[in-house]
């Protein structure tokens, strides 16, 4: 097909462009015919340009527009002119000016689209995805993916001016177990044998220290065969990064100089450095998670030791048992009904809890249903360390300490949404610092890494390795923006000796380690320099640099909750032949 090629994209005239001739080349967003004349709303992905059809100025271009429907493409040709007085339009950039069509040519016609082109759209998110390209149309998509676009090329730009080099890992490795499942990819040249496809690049960059590329960075694509939720996807795009001859402090400020960039060419924003650091049990004593929302400010109150003597049975027999009693200051709710308190008793025992203790302060005086079983003093104590004055009202749940931290953690939360203390314009960003190294797996019967085993401990710390391992904290870190941890890493075990230890508290012998992780023990012989590194969930901080709230809709052709892609049918079944060439057999459940 022969057609003319645009001059000007579909949001680039101005009233400095009237009077010029102009080809546009778009799609037919709107069509409105008044009779004597017809308007159409011509998109790209740079915009709309409104083209004016008079049948007094071309009769035949006036005829063609008649056929003209939604989603159709075409080319317009004509003359740029201002709009009469009054039929402006400011809320897109080229509403001063119109084109009156001289030519119009259909490129290409369209069916009825399942749904409108356009931001504000009641439709299921399965009709979406299954006409991903239909969606893709429209400005609120084509937005995220070009701020996409750029957080990726401003990220590029950082790392190279700090002297990093993007190097590209393989995507068919050795099956290395990571914490989820692997994707197999069965190779028909060795029958019987599997690639996998990596969860992360994480031996790979550490072997890349070992090679002298001081530096390293790369956007990857991962891949983890895991159950899912809203903010996962089988496949998902890492920033990587991974640094020699550092501590800590090099790999924070290297983090905080690409966040403060971003803000600063994405939203306009100067982020204060440094970040505020948190230890993980502050953080989850006080906010009741390691990735604190810390744009309100209701903490988590512990009042054990208040109550240590009373009488009140359900407390008492929690304090002797180990556990402990924390609460929350909802500031200004004292004029709660009793459906409401109702209605908070049943978020705290949706969340684990048996049920929810609360205490009014009104005129200076405490309320509650349980007063009586607790002295003066003692709710004098609880009013001064919950910090609550008149028209507050105290909540309080008592269990053994990771379940309290774990429901008030989720209810402050929700009552921060739903009290609306959170400012959906406001960005803040923390370290969350000395996780512990290792966990009890009582399934297992041995230590599990709480991050991966090449972690390092605090060098402090090395000694508790055989006496108290629980207590052994780690070199390891994470970045939290608004409630969302963004990015993770740690500085690395670089000597063989202390990884050898490791692994044996792991219960992971010589020959599985070899097995494992071989080539990187390998690798360690030969001079491995101290090093550590990051990764950020890039399709996460995109998510919340455009305010959307799924990584679905910053990723062009993403799947389901259930790992499925509605629009080209994957996963699907294979020509038989395929598998006969990979050896492989299906077995089918009767």
């Known amino acids: 097909?022969?057609?003319?090629?645009?001059?000007?994209?579909?949001?680039?005239?101005?009233?400095?462009?009237?009077?010029?001739?102009?080809?546009?080349?778009?799609?037919?967003?709107?069509?409105?015919?008044?009779?004597?004349?017809?308007?159409?709303?011509?998109?790209?992905?740079?915009?709309?340009?409104?083209?004016?059809?008079?049948?007094q100025h071309n009769y035949e271009a006036f005829q063609?527009?008649?056929?003209?429907?939604?989603?159709?493409?075409?080319?317009?040709?004509?003359?740029?002119?201002?709009?009469?007085?009054?039929a402006e339009n400011p809320s897109i950039p080229t509403g001063e000016i119109d084109v009156l069509a001289d030519e119009v040519q259909i490129l290409s016609k369209s069916e009825t689209p399942p749904f409108l082109i356009e931001d504000d759209i009641n439709v299921s998110e399965e009709l979406r995805l299954k006409y991903r390209y239909l969606d893709l149309r429209r400005p609120i998509m084509q937005a995220n993916l070009i701020t996409r676009h750029k957080m990726a090329q401003i990220v590029r730009r950082y790392f190279d001016e700090n002297n990093f080099l993007e190097i590209e890992t393989s995507f068919l490795v050795k099956s290395t177990p990571e914490g989820a499942r692997d994707f197999l990819v069965p190779s028909r040249i060795h029958p019987g044998k599997f690639y996998a496809l990596p969860q992360s690049p994480q031996l790979y960059k550490q072997i890349l220290m070992v090679a002298g590329f001081d530096r390293y960075f790369q956007i990857v694509k991962c891949f983890r065969d895991e159950d899912l939720r809203a903010d996962r996807q089988p496949e998902f795009t890492q920033i990587d990064i991974e640094m020699s001859f550092v501590t800590e402090e090099d790999v924070f400020n290297i983090v905080e100089g690409l966040m403060a960039r971003l803000f600063k060419?994405?939203?306009?924003?100067?982020?204060?450095?440094?970040?505020?650091?948190?230890?993980?049990?502050?953080?989850i004593e006080t906010y009741g998670t390691d990735k604190p929302d810390l744009r309100f400010d209701l903490k988590i109150v512990n009042v054990t030791e208040i109550f240590k003597t009373t009488e009140f049975k359900i407390f008492r027999e929690t304090i002797e048992k180990g556990g402990i009693i924390c609460g929350l200051n909802l500031k200004g709710c004292a004029n709660y009904s009793r459906k409401q308190i109702d209605e908070l008793t049943t978020l705290a025992k949706n969340y684990g809890a048996g049920g929810l203790v609360h205490f009014k302060v009104e005129n200076g005086e405490i309320d509650s249903p349980v007063a009586k079983y607790f002295s003066k003093l003692s709710l004098q104590k609880l009013k001064e360390k919950m910090d609550a004055n008149d028209g507050d009202l105290m909540i309080l749940v008592s269990d053994e300490p990771q379940k309290v931290y774990s429901i008030l953690g989720n209810m402050r939360i929700e009552l921060g949404r739903k009290l609306n203390l959170i400012d959906e314009d406001e960005f803040k960003l923390a370290w969350i610092v000395d996780f512990p190294l290792l966990e009890w797996d009582g399934e297992e019967n041995r230590w599990v890494s709480v991050h991966h085993p090449f972690t390092s401990p605090k060098l402090e710390d090395i000694q508790l390795l055989d006496t108290d391992p629980g207590k052994v904290r780690a070199r390891a870190y994470d970045l939290v923006l608004?409630?969302?941890?963004i990015a993770g890493g740690s500085i690395r075990i670089?000597?063989?000796?202390?990884?050898?230890?490791?692994?044996?508290?792991?219960?992971?012998?010589?020959?599985?380690?070899?097995?494992?992780?071989?080539?990187?023990?390998?690798?360690?012989?030969?001079?491995?320099?101290p090093h550590g590194g990051i990764a950020f969930g890039f399709d996460r901080l995109v998510m919340i640099f455009t305010g959307m709230k799924s990584i679905r809709d910053v990723i062009a052709f993403p799947k389901t909750s259930s790992a499925i892609s509605l629009m080209d049918e994957a996963p699907s079944?294979?020509?038989p032949k395929q598998l006969e060439e990979l050896h492989i057999q299906i077995k089918r459940e009767d």
């Open 573 to 575: 079944e294979v020509d």
């Open 482 to 485: 608004n409630g969302n941890e």
């Open 265 to 283: 060419e994405i939203k306009g924003i100067e982020i204060p450095t440094p970040f505020p650091r948190i230890t993980y049990k502050e953080a």
């Open 64 to 86: 063609i527009a008649k056929e003209l429907k939604s989603e159709y493409v075409i080319s317009v040709t004509g003359k740029v002119e201002r709009r009469p007085k009054g």
């Open 1 to 55: 097909m022969i057609f003319k090629k645009r001059t000007h994209t579909c949001g680039e005239l101005r009233a400095s462009d009237i009077g010029k001739i102009v080809t546009l080349n778009g799609w037919v967003d709107r069509r409105r015919d008044l009779g004597g004349l017809i308007f159409i709303d011509l998109r790209d992905r740079y915009g709309k340009t409104q083209i004016v059809f008079s049948p």
């Open 494 to 529: 670089h000597d063989a000796q202390l990884q050898e230890k490791i692994f044996r508290l792991l219960g992971i012998s010589d020959e599985e380690a070899r097995k494992k992780f071989g080539f990187l023990l390998e690798a360690f012989k030969y001079g491995p320099p």
